[in-house]
Each structure stands twice: as structure tokens, then as C-alpha cells.
């Protein structure tokens, strides 16, 4: 089974502090994601990474950036962190190999910005 | 502009009978569609990918539809159980391989 972990299920930063979201997955996978969820808005997509070293910009890149230095792992960095992004965030990871292209999630990381 | 629409309010339904969702979209000509599960506090759940020149797909007590002329997808949950409870998101495919996901629909199967 594909497994996609992220390094917190809750965490708790204070307005200004610079914020790392780790994610990891084990299938070798080449394309991975960031989301965030929030009510009534959905899953939007921040940040998009098709291969190592590679990223894309989703529709809300605003305040985030991202790193993948290696496969198994994409990094979502929030520079500054303000109360707006207080959100759960999800990451997911897709083989294009597959043909499925199905996205396996991540449990997520509920982020309180204070 | 492209446009997902779910229905926004719940569907409670009886242990043991059919439950519909539906997902319409504009603006997009999808090649295929997903759908995926979500339980509270967790990351979603593939379940099913339909394309575009394929109407109907299953899995177990699953069903999902695709119109391409109507712009519409449908989701069956046949026999459903309380374990079925959960928000549904449908999920077309864009442009660019991305996935649009729906703010999704919430079932509840009352036993």
C-alpha cells in the first residue's frame, strides 16, 4: 500500500514565525502536492511538484514555497506565517507510471496560526 | 471560468437503500473523472476514475456515471451502510493534468 505521512497531525505557530510542513511518501512516486482544505472553499491547490527539483505553482502560491530535494520528500515552507493560513493542509503523491493517476493523501496537518 | 458544483447539503439516507450525489461542471471537457472519500479529519480517499468515453464504472457497491454531453457525473452507494458516511468529492481532470477537486457532498446512512 502507498503511504504518504506528514511530519504533524496538529501544530500551533504564532503570526511572523517561518513554518515547515514535511510530507514523505514511499512509493517512489514522481509527481506530489500540497493542498490546503478549508470550509466551504474545498481543496485548492498551492503547490504542484512533477519531479525532483521541479514545481509548479498552483492557485494559491501566495506565502508558501515548497522544496523537494528528494523524491520521497516535499517540504511546503510558510516564510511568514499570518492567521489566514490557518488551515488543514494535505499533501498527495500520484505515479503517472500507473495510468490511474489516482493522488494518495496524506492524513494532514491541522495549522493554527495565533 | 470553470466551475465544480456538489450539493452542499447533506444526504441522509436509510441503512440498505441507494444513495445518489451528483457533480456538475462547466467550462471543462474532462478526459476523466474521480471520485474520492473523505472522513473527518482525514486526508481524502481515492475511490473510482471514470474517462471520458466510458459511461458507467463499478466497484463492489459503488457505481459512478459520466455525461460528457450533459456535463455530470453520478455516484451511486448501493445497499448502503453506516460505514458508508463520509463527504464525497468528485475530482474532473483540467488542463494542465491537474485535478479540480468539488467542496464536496456529505452522506449520512442512518441505521
Known amino acids: 500500500d502507498v503511504k504518504v505521512t506528514q511530519s504533524s497531525r496538529y501544530l500551533v505557530k504564532r503570526t511572523g514565525e517561518k513554518v515547515f510542513l514535511e510530507c514523505v511518501q514511499d512509493m517512489d512516486h514522481e509527481n506530489m502536492f500540497w493542498y490546503r482544505q478549508d470550509p466551504g472553499l474545498g481543496l485548492r491547490l498551492i503547490y504542484f511538484s512533477y519531479d525532483v527539483k521541479m514545481k509548479e505553482k498552483g492557485d494559491i502560491p501566495e506565502g508558501y514555497s515548497v522544496s523537494r530535494e528528494k523524491k520521497e520528500r516535499f517540504s511546503l515552507i510558510l516564510e511568514s506565517a499570518s492567521t489566514n493560513q490557518t488551515s488543514m493542509y494535505l499533501c498527495?503523491?500520484?505515479?503517472?507510471?500507473?495510468?490511474?493517476?489516482?493522488?494518495?493523501f496524506g492524513p494532514g496537518t491541522r495549522l493554527t496560526v495565533t | 471560468s470553470q466551475k465544480i458544483e456538489q450539493n452542499s447539503e447533506a444526504l441522509n439516507i436509510q441503512e440498505g437503500k441507494t444513495a445518489t450525489l451528483t457533480c456538475n461542471y462547466t467550462n471543462y471537457s474532462p478526459a476523466y473523472l474521480q471520485w474520492y472519500r473523505q472522513d473527518p479529519g482525514r486526508g481524502p480517499v481515492f475511490l473510482l476514475l471514470?474517462?471520458?468515453?466510458?459511461k458507467e464504472k463499478r466497484k463492489e457497491r459503488l457505481k459512478v456515471t459520466f455525461d460528457t454531453t450533459l456535463k455530470q457525473s453520478l455516484f451511486h452507494i448501493t445497499a448502503s451502510q453506516p460505514a458508508d458516511s463520509a463527504t464525497y468529492l468528485c475530482a474532473p481532470r483540467r488542463w494542465n493534468n491537474r485535478l479540480a477537486f468539488g467542496k464536496g457532498n456529505q452522506v449520512v446512512v442512518i441505521p
Open positions: 471514470i474517462r471520458e468515453n466510458e
Open positions: 498527495a503523491s500520484r505515479n503517472t507510471g500507473t495510468g490511474g493517476y489516482e493522488q494518495y
